[in-house]
């Protein structure tokens, strides 16, 4: 008899990184853990693949270091001699005709020196004027959440939401700031901004100390960092070292808990043809909300994290990278810009949000690149929320389209030596007004079920750490119950 089948069963449904990482969180623990993914390939927004010879993440590809959720992760399954620094980073605006430098003393775009943004040329003089009027206006008050477009317009104008904080935002959500609740997105600024009048001031608040002459770029501390494979090997090495019974092709179909003394969960899995049942004692669900809310329908407890579920809707967008030779650039190449990448606000009508210069970024892919001229990669953002219409046309377009653009803001020349198109259905959950209150009662609603757990990006944070904080959560929660819940 297998010693471990009477071990408590933990399934997890959902094998991007929030569901592999509660995986290893409980590879030590006397539970025995299956993860369902329904799609034939682990990882979900994490993935990595060759563009000219060299491994690039077609999905997430920076960890943010200030928080230590992700590198822990790193860290705690072994993998941190593959840690990569970036390059020097420092990003642009394309915007009034020409590559302008973002200003550092931001927060999320919110400006805290009005001289560094006027320096930066994104404003024009009328919005550097409207911007200057924070400093002297009465606070601004607000009733509860609000759209960070109303909050930041009304201490700064349109100016500053649509040229610095809608395409930050965008870079991040792929939302639009005039939807996207500022509570739920800036947390912290949301906080400073009741103790001072002026926003700039919060925003200052939250920066680090200006240093009396501020150190040369390489010896500022790196904000990100990557795997030398790209963060997409990540999912392949958490799924072996979790010791987990791992299935892809497994799309979960249903969820319903079961009277009596056995396993208190049934999980239905396949296609309807020929549905395998697979019993829990305990289900993590690690999916995003709309698959949530599907599973948890036929809970009859469950059914205000239902509605709540439907209310998180998503952003599509697809990653076109590009490979030139390095002389195909003006000058001695990309590094030569000065610039690691740039975005473009909404308000300047281009098809790209945010273009990444990655060989410049991350100067390992660079050296990674076979034949004897240099490549230089670049990646290209396509597609904010309700921009459907434009993820309609075909990957050649899209390339094009990617391509044209960046000839105009970089004057590249000649045509790519390489090119793919990935595309993200279902990409960003929008975290818009209300979003903290919505997840509340999701939280609520799931607590009611016992042996019941849910972590991923539709809560607490979009980027890797964020969902990793949510899968620690939802092994520990699981964890406790299982202690907890009377033997069978
Ligand atoms: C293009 C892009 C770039 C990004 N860049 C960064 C970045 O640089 N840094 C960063 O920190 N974050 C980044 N993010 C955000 C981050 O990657 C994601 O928020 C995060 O990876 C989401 O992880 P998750 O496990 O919650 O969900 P997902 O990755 O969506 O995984 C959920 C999984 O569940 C599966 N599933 C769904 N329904 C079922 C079902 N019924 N049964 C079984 N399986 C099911 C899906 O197939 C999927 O594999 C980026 C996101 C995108 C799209």
Redesign the pocket.
Known sequence: MDPTSAQPHVVI???????LAAAFFLRDEAVRVTL????PR?????SASEIAGVPVDE??????VTRPE?TGLIAEAGLAADRVAPGPTSSAIWTLGALRPLPRRQFMGVPSDLAELARSGVLTEGGLARASRDLELPPTGRDGDVPVAGYVGARFGAEVVDRLVDPLLGGVYAGRSAELSFEATMPALAAASRQYRSLAEAAGSLLPALPPTPPPAPARPAVFTTLAGGLGVLPAFLAKASGAEIRTA????ELAAQPGLGPRWRLMVGSAAAAEQVEADAVIL???AR?AGR?LAGLPGAAAAVTEFAEISYAS?A?VTLAYPRSAFPGPGLTALGWSGYLVPAVDGRAVKAVTFSTVKWPHLASAAPGAEPLEIVRC?VGRVGEEALLQRDDGELAALAAAELAEATGVRGAAVASRVTR?GG??PQYTVGHLDRVARIRAAVASQPGLAV????YDG????A?VATARAAASQVLAFLGSAPSA
Do not use: D, F
Not at 42 to 46: A, E, F, P, V
Not at 250 to 253: H, K, P, S, V, W
């Open positions: 449904v959902g094998g991007g990184i929030a569901g369902l993914e329904g799609s682990l990882g979900g927004k994490l999905g997430a590809e920076a960890l943010l992700g497994a799309m979960a179909r690690a999916v995003p698959p599973l967008m990653i953002s993200w990409a960003l972590c991923g990006a539709a979009v980027g890797v750490p969902c």
